[in-house]
């Protein structure tokens, strides 16, 4: 696996590259366009990250200052991590994912006056984008995917008021009300990302093929 490079400052901005020498490049760039336009760099907040399986020094400095660098850096809301598995950021998806789940439990999951439907709008709007957030960086192992599973299921279960001594699988629960039938995620994730792919791809590479979504 190539290394991959990443500084992060407290704004948000990241810079990525594949080489020290080409990121430092990069960065004195960036440092001096800031400086142009009355901007500085504030070093103590501005971190290194270095992606490898290898861990290693890399020495990155801005007017003379060396960046701190990392094991771990939250970007927009995601953790990365230098060895670069997500353990540890799908375990905090799948946290925040039940506590919506525990938030909406009695208020809309489990209210008797709501169709599902309505319940499924829910779930589609406030549950999956918490539990899928920054899915396009996950390594998608088996055990990803079933921890995925096993948590879209339990918000799912509950809408459809079955427990898992119930021992049903989900497509008694389609074929039970057909007007909330869902698609899983382990599907989706790996359609969207094939989609996010190909839509980057240049428009003069040919076709290539086509995507369902």
Same mark, same amino acid.
């Given at each position: 696996?190539?290394?991959?490079?990443?500084?992060?400052?407290?704004?948000?901005?990241?810079?990525?590259?594949?080489?020290?020498?080409?990121?430092?490049?990069?960065?004195?760039?960036?440092?001096?366009?800031?400086?142009?336009?009355?901007?500085?760099?504030?070093?103590?907040?501005?971190?290194?990250?270095?992606?490898?399986?290898?861990?290693?020094?890399?020495?990155?400095?801005?007017?003379?200052?060396?960046?701190?660098?990392?094991?771990?850096?939250?970007?927009?809301?995601?953790?990365?991590?230098?060895?670069?598995?997500?353990?540890?950021?799908?375990?905090?998806?799948?946290?925040?994912?039940? !506590?919506?789940?525990? /938030?909406?439990?009695?208020?809309?999951?489990?209210? *008797?006056?709501? @169709?599902? %439907?309505? +319940?499924?709008? $829910?779930?589609?709007?406030?549950?999956?984008?918490?539990?899928?957030?920054?899915?396009?960086?996950?390594?998608?192992?088996?055990?990803?995917?079933?921890?995925?599973?096993?948590?879209?299921?339990?918000?799912?279960?509950?809408?459809?008021?079955?427990?898992?001594?119930?021992? !049903?699988?989900?497509? /008694?629960?389609?074929?039970?009300?057909?007007?909330? *039938?869902?698609? @899983?995620? %382990?599907? +989706?994730?790996? $359609?969207?990302?094939?989609?996010?792919?190909?839509?980057?791809?240049?428009?003069?590479?040919?076709?290539?093929?086509?995507?369902?979504?």
């Amino acid at each position: 696996m190539t290394p991959q490079l990443g500084v992060w400052s407290a704004v948000d901005t990241a810079l990525l590259g594949s080489f020290q020498q080409g990121l430092q490049h990069t960065l004195n760039r960036f440092s001096a366009a800031g400086n142009r336009a009355g901007m500085k760099i504030r070093t103590k907040k501005t971190e290194v990250l270095l992606l490898s399986r290898n861990p290693r020094k890399c020495t990155l400095q801005v007017c003379g200052n060396t960046l701190q660098q990392v094991e771990k850096f939250k970007y927009v809301g995601v953790a990365f991590t230098s060895d670069g598995w997500r353990s540890e950021e799908i375990d905090t998806r799948i946290g925040k994912a039940n !506590a919506v789940l525990r /938030e909406l439990y009695r208020s809309v999951v489990t209210k *008797r006056e709501l @169709s599902n %439907n309505a +319940k499924l709008s $829910a779930f589609k709007s406030a549950f999956v984008p918490i539990l899928t957030l920054g899915h396009e960086s996950w390594v998608t192992i088996e055990k990803i995917l079933s921890q995925v599973q096993a948590t879209e299921m339990g918000f799912l279960r509950r809408v459809h008021g079955v427990t898992l001594r119930d021992k !049903a699988c989900s497509c /008694e629960w389609n074929s039970q009300s057909p007007e909330c *039938r869902t698609t @899983s995620l %382990n599907r +989706k994730i790996p $359609a969207i990302r094939w989609f996010d792919h190909v839509s980057r791809t240049a428009p003069d590479r040919g076709s290539a093929g086509s995507v369902a979504y």
